[in-house]
Antibody, heavy 120, light 110 residues
Framework: EVQLVESGGDLVQPGRSLRLSCAASGFTFDDYAMHWVRQAPGKGLEWVSGISWSSGSIGYADSVKGRFTISRDNAKNSLYLQMNSLRAEDSALYYC?????????????WGKGTTVTVSS | QSALTQPPSASGSPGQSVTISCTGTSSDVGGYNYVSWYQHHPGKAPKLMIYEVTKRPSGVPDRFSGSKSGNTASLTVSGLQAEDEADYYCASYAGTNNVIFGGGTKLTVL
């Protein structure tokens, strides 16, 4: 069974850092691009960042560029999101999602999400 | 990176058809055939319903169909059923490994 399990969400103060992880199983991880997508309370889905199968192509939403870093470890079947200089507006449910292809196209498998709350 | 434009709400009676639009620009929707649609029931993970404008993943009913004309993509749900009530989001590839979502449309089955 294809599965994505996010972890690392927490309550953190503004300006601090947090690292999210996503453990993948049930498919050949290094064949596919991966994404982070978030949903703030009462808001819609927002794409945060994506990474190609080889880490050779990476993209970020303007709202997180320069503060967040996406990475992957194909040997560990894991995706990461390093979040620095966190702001209240980063509070959201963060989903890890698998792409259908090696580079960004669409997300065909989603995890259940991990919650990040940024508050003093 | 402005969100793609979707109507905030749409509705229809059981058995009817409803179409949800998704308007972008030539840099996203109009520039690539990588428009996808997601169904999101509150408290659950989003589900891919349409990819590459018109294609349906295995297991998605053929009542769901997608199309595109210029900078506007559309999702049509035919033969509405109660379980189709959900939030629907479009998304498009926007170049350089970037993706952009629409603001979402709440579909109500009357």
């Amino acid at each position: 069974e294809v599965q994505l399990v996010e972890s690392g969400g927490d309550l953190v103060q503004p300006g601090r850092s947090l690292r999210l992880s996503c453990a993948a199983s049930g498919f050949t991880f290094d064949d596919y691009a991966m994404h982070w997508v978030r949903q703030a309370p009462g808001k819609g889905l927002e794409w945060v960042s994506g990474i190609s199968w080889s880490s050779g192509s990476i993209g970020y939403a303007d709202s997180v560029k320069g503060r967040f870093t996406i990475s992957r470890d194909n040997a560990k079947n894991s995706l990461y999101l390093q979040m620095n200089s966190l702001r209240a507006e980063d509070s959201a449910l963060y989903y890890c999602a698998k792409d259908r292809a090696a580079a960004a196209s669409c997300m065909d498998v989603w995890g259940k999400g991990t919650t990040v709350t940024v508050s003093s | 990176q402005s969100a793609l434009t979707q109507p905030p709400s749409a509705s229809g009676s059981p058995g009817q058809s409803v179409t949800i639009s998704c308007t972008g620009t030539s840099s996203d929707v109009g520039g690539y055939n990588y428009v996808s649609w997601y169904q999101h029931h509150p408290g659950k993970a989003p589900k891919l319903m349409i990819y590459e404008v018109t294609k349906r993943p295995s297991g998605v009913p053929d009542r769901f169909s997608g199309s595109k004309s210029g900078n506007t993509a559309s999702l049509t749900v035919s033969g509405l059923q109660a379980e189709d009530e959900a939030d629907y989001y479009c998304a498009s590839y926007a170049g350089t490994n970037n993706v952009i979502f629409g603001g979402g449309t709440k579909l109500t089955v009357l």
